[in-house]
């Protein structure tokens, strides 16, 4: 069975420092992964998206930015945080097969505080 | 554009009662529509999603929902709701006729069940 991994749980950061969080999916090949925030335990924002190794499609133009080294490795990056950034980070992965819905399904999240 | 809007903030309902979730959506094509439950902390789980076919889709822990094309809602419903049901839920949607993979969420709904 497929499962999503994301670390690290918590983070918590002093605005101006770089990020790295990583995403990585187990028991499936070539899926499509996506970088999501939730902010104020709402609204989930779309992120990045990408179909495939060094694939990313931006959402939504800041100061994050998104790579994918490897099939099921994700990772959402920034050089200098902002205090904006503060959110739950989710990452998501669906596979396409026809008739299929593609149909996501989101890893357990990492929580982000910037002071 | 594809949109989602989820009407009430907070649905209160007292166990055993039946509760209703209510979503409405727009897209420019045909839908893909799905329903997501978040607990305090985690991420999204998959409860159900409707493709095609019959409008009554059943999912996951006794929810269902249905399909209205022509009122464009995809309601979430459960006959006898349970004090564990208590979360935030998510109805999204994926115009498939844009090819764009990425799902479109309402702001979410807070379902309260009293003992």
């Known amino acids: 069975s497929q499962t999503i991994h994301q670390w690290p749980a918590t983070l918590v950061q002093p605005v101006g420092s770089p990020l790295s969080l990583e995403c990585t999916v187990e028991?499936?090949?070539?899926?499509?992964l996506y970088w999501y925030r939730q902010a104020a335990g709402r609204g989930l924002q779309l992120l990045f998206y990408s179909v495939g190794i060094g694939q990313i499609s931006s959402e939504v133009p800041q100061n994050l930015s998104a790579s994918r080294p490897q099939d099921r490795q994700f990772i959402l990056s920034s050089k200098k945080l902002l205090l904006s950034d503060s959110g739950f980070y989710l990452c998501a992965w669906s596979v396409w097969t026809s008739g299929d819905t593609d149909t996501q399904y989101f890893g357990p999240g990492t929580r982000l505080t910037v002071l | 554009a594809q949109s989602v809007a989820q009407p009430e903030d907070q649905v209160n309902v007292a166990e055993g009662n039946p509760l209703t979730v209510k979503c409405t959506y727009s897209v420019s094509g045909n839908p893909y529509l799905f329903w997501y439950v978040q607990y305090p902390n985690r991420g999204l789980q998959f409860l159900l999603k409707?493709?095609?076919?019959?409008?009554l889709v059943k999912g996951s822990y006794g929810f269902e929902a249905e399909f209205n094309k022509s009122q464009t809602s995809f309601h979430l419903k459960k006959p006898s709701a349970l004090v564990s049901d208590s979360a935030l839920y998510f109805c999204a949607v994926r115009d498939i006729n844009t090819g764009r993979r990425a799902l479109t969420f309402g702001s979410g709904t807070r379902l309260q069940v009293q003992p």
């Open positions: 028991g499936t090949s070539n899926p499509n």
């Open positions: 409707y493709i095609t076919g019959d409008n």
